[in-house]
């Protein structure tokens, strides 16, 4: 079991930055891969970005890349989001989750989720 508690969010302008972090407690941090996966009003929740916990490796959703970056600092078993110049389109509920194993895209293939934290964007 995975618990996880998501933090960082509120509301923003376009064209700032937010740093989410994403608190994990339970199971051996290290054996997990996490990422952040985003569900805005009336679309379904979809990937952002992904950290692998065993062997490395990330993966960014294309619609944010080079505006977000995904790390981890494993002492304090904490995975962060920075995101940078902030979009309208980057309102969304923002979701830390893990799962066994290799990174993923798809919401369905993570087992444990955060509550979600807010981020709006007003401009």
């Known amino acids: 079991q995975v618990q996880l508690v998501e933090s960082g969010g509120g509301l923003v302008q376009a064209v700032d930055s937010l740093r989410l972090s994403c608190a994990a407690s339970?199971?051996?941090?290290?054996?997990?891969?996490m990422g952040w996966l985003r569900q805005a009003p009336g679309i379904e929740r979809d990937f952002v970005a992904a950290?692998?916990?065993?062997?490395?490796?990330?993966s960014i959703a294309d619609h944010v890349k080079g505006r977000v970056t995904i790390s981890r600092e494993n002492a304090k078993n904490t995975l962060y989001l920075q995101m940078n110049s902030l979009q309208h389109e980057d309102t969304a509920v923002y979701y830390c989750?893990?799962?066994?194993?290799?990174?993923?895209?798809?919401?369905?293939?993570?087992?444990?989720w955060g509550q979600g934290t807010q981020v709006t964007v007003s401009s």
């Open positions: 989750a893990a799962r066994l194993g290799r990174v993923a895209i798809l919401p369905r293939q993570y087992d444990y």
């Open positions: 950290i692998g916990w065993i062997g490395g490796g990330t």
């Open positions: 339970g199971r051996t941090f290290s054996n997990y891969a």
